[in-house]
């Protein structure tokens, strides 16, 4: 195998693969992607929607967990990510929402000029491309992104009654501006109804390059660095490991780290890039003494019930597939065929992006105001930060939480029973004839962060500290346990109210989560969160606690660069595979201009 290459990518996720393909479209460079994981293309496990779930319990995904959360009565979390070619976009759950104009603005203004709106939403388009909505065709990538015919009438319940309260119900949720009621946009091929993601989109048409080379289940170890004649630190290749032989490439231009919102920082750490002090207690040599990498940890929460519906004809639920009934899966099969039916796509009956009550009400901000002042983490349980960041973070956030047309939350509703064990993990269905509608709530800016850090000197060690913090900032709690009882409202209003069973079960059952107490304790005692994990090597000033510059440069080294979530300083209000791929598209432009 050849031992240079001009660039080297450390992962071969969503954002790795976008990336290598815009840089190998220049004939003239040699471009290497290394990924831990294996090669399933073509695998059904990766094509086919209906076995999303299949690799979860399989080496393609990192299978990790949180230290004890204590503020979740010390739950311990699952933390998956794919460890496959094409990362998480092989094994997510389809969702492609683009982050809002409000947060890539914000973001900008930590100091990162060329990454608002303006600058970023081309980026975002030259990544997906719709060919069919109310909206007309969208954008102009290689990624396929859909919308699911609806062949029930619950979506359009969702929205007139989303509407009868007075929201929008037909924003483009590609636009950037969303709030009110809308349809998921799906990684879904429209016609063949299989995933479309970073290795069918973008790895494949340029695969057959000279100059493009992947290299799989080689596991990278650290980035190796030296001087140059003047002094500079650089990167000038990795260390990695495949099989049992442990070999070094060499990168003539630059390092990319592209493994993602744990798996960057663990290979900064690796190669004495982080905390001196942590480094040196694990014997590893300090390159970089950043002690903010690892850290500003970012995740969503989210919580689930279920009620009790109406058995009734256009108003279908998946409870039979959930308890593996034959005749539903019989008709799902048969569906299937067809290019329609529960196993190709999401299923989502409805999803709503949504403000706070409180934030349309005088009464109600003066209650947010009072919550502002009266709440802040108790010494010692905030993550850490500088305080010009932590000023930012909470004045974009509460900036969120007032404002009536800026949603603090995220609403899916599935049709059918999904409610979670304390470690995230879907419960089995109760059984009986009874069919249920599931609505999920998940907190769109989390205030708390936390961190992610090595516990040994080892890329194959499986010591990790993955410690998000969920839900010690005390207004996370607040907010959330709001957004249930303003759920509650939302059940209680037609048309949506005559399809629950009057007084029927509801899961978990006993609770009342109009009362605010219990939507509390609710909330501590159930909450799980996503896989959506930022901030840990966030891009901004160093100065206010950042990692990469806004070039994605790590500071310290010019010719070593992250190109994934991980450089997110604020998490978006929004599933994060859209914005992981416009990542990439946007540093793409950056590498090939600074060229």
């Not at 794919?82 to 092989?90: D, E, F, Q, Y």
């Not at 500003?296 to 279908?316: C, D, K, M, R």
């Not at 040994?456 to 500290?465: C, I, M, N, T, V």
Request: some cysteine.
């Amino acid at each position: 195998m050849p031992d240079t290459f001009d660039f080297v990518i450390v992962g071969g996720g969503t954002a790795g693969l976008t990336l290598a393909a815009r840089l190998s479209e220049d004939p003239d460079v040699q471009v290497l992607v290394i990924e831990a994981g294996e090669d399933l293309t073509a695998d059904p496990r990766v094509d086919m929607p209906a076995m999303c779930q299949s690799l979860i319990a399989t080496p393609s995904n990192w299978g990790l967990k949180t230290v004890p959360q204590k503020w979740l009565g010390g739950r311990q979390l699952h933390v998956y990510g794919g460890r496959v070619l094409g990362g998480s976009s092989a094994i997510n759950t389809f969702i492609f929402t683009p982050p809002t104009q409000t947060l890539l603005d914000a973001w900008a203004g930590l100091g990162n000029p060329g990454w608002d709106w303006s600058s970023f939403a081309p980026s975002m388009e030259k990544v997906y491309n719709v060919e069919k909505s109310q909206w007309g065709s969208l954008g102009r990538g290689p990624l396929h992104v859909s919308f699911a015919a609806e062949e029930t009438k619950w979506p359009e319940v969702w929205r007139d009654t989303l509407a009868n309260m007075g929201f929008p119900v037909s924003m483009n949720p590609l636009s950037g501006q969303i709030l009110g009621a809308f349809k998921d946009p799906e990684t879904v091929h429209p016609t063949t109804k299989s995933r479309s993601y970073a290795g069918s989109a973008y790895l494949e048409p340029a695969r057959s390059r000279n100059n493009l080379t992947v290299w799989t289940n080689a596991l990278v170890d650290k980035v190796i660095f030296d001087q140059s004649s003047t002094g500079e630190l650089l990167a000038t290749g990795v260390q990695y490991t495949k099989g049992d032989a442990t070999s070094t490439v060499k990168a003539h231009k630059e390092v990319i780290i592209s493994a993602g919102g744990i798996h960057s920082p663990k290979i900064l750490e690796l190669s004495g890039v982080g905390d001196a002090e942590r480094l040196q207690s694990l014997g590893i040599d300090v390159v970089i003494n950043n002690t903010y990498v690892g850290e500003n940890l970012q995740n969503h929460v989210y919580i689930s019930s279920s009620n009790e519906v109406v058995e009734q004809e256009g108003f279908e639920t998946l409870d039979g597939l959930l308890q593996h009934d034959p005749a539903a899966i019989a008709a799902a099969q048969e569906a299937l065929m067809q290019g329609r039916g529960p196993l190709t796509g999401v299923n989502t009956s409805g999803s709503a992006q949504m403000p706070l009550p409180q934030s349309s009400s005088e009464a109600g901000k003066s209650e947010l105001a009072q919550l502002f002042e009266g709440l802040s983490p108790k010494a010692g349980d905030a993550g850490k930060g500088t305080a010009a960041f932590v000023k930012a973070h909470e004045s974009f956030v509460r900036s969120i939480l007032t404002s009536p047309t800026e949603a603090s939350a995220l609403y899916n509703t599935f049709p059918g029973y999904g409610v979670f064990d304390e470690s995230g993990t879907a419960l089995p269905h109760p059984g009986g004839r009874d069919r249920y509608l599931t609505f999920a709530v998940s907190l769109a800016h989390p205030l708390s962060r936390g961190s992610t850090h090595i516990t040994a000197a080892s890329a194959s060690s499986p010591g990790l500290q993955i410690d998000p913090k969920h839900l010690s900032h005390p207004l996370d709690v607040e907010v959330l346990a709001r957004h249930l009882q303003a759920v509650e409202g939302i059940k209680k209003t037609e048309p949506l109210a005559k399809q629950l069973v009057p007084g029927g079960k509801r899961a978990p059952a006993g609770l009342d989560l109009s009362d605010l107490e219990q939507a509390r304790d609710f909330v501590r005692r159930a909450a799980v969160a996503a896989y959506h994990y930022t901030g840990t090597c966030s891009q901004m000033p160093q100065e206010m606690g950042g990692v990469v510059d806004e070039r994605l440069r790590v500071y310290g080294c010019k010719n070593l660069r992250v190109c994934d979530l991980s450089i997110v300083p604020i998490i978006p209000r929004c599933n994060t595979q859209a914005l992981a791929y416009g990542i990439a598209e946007h540093a793409a432009q950056i590498i090939k201009s600074d060229a």
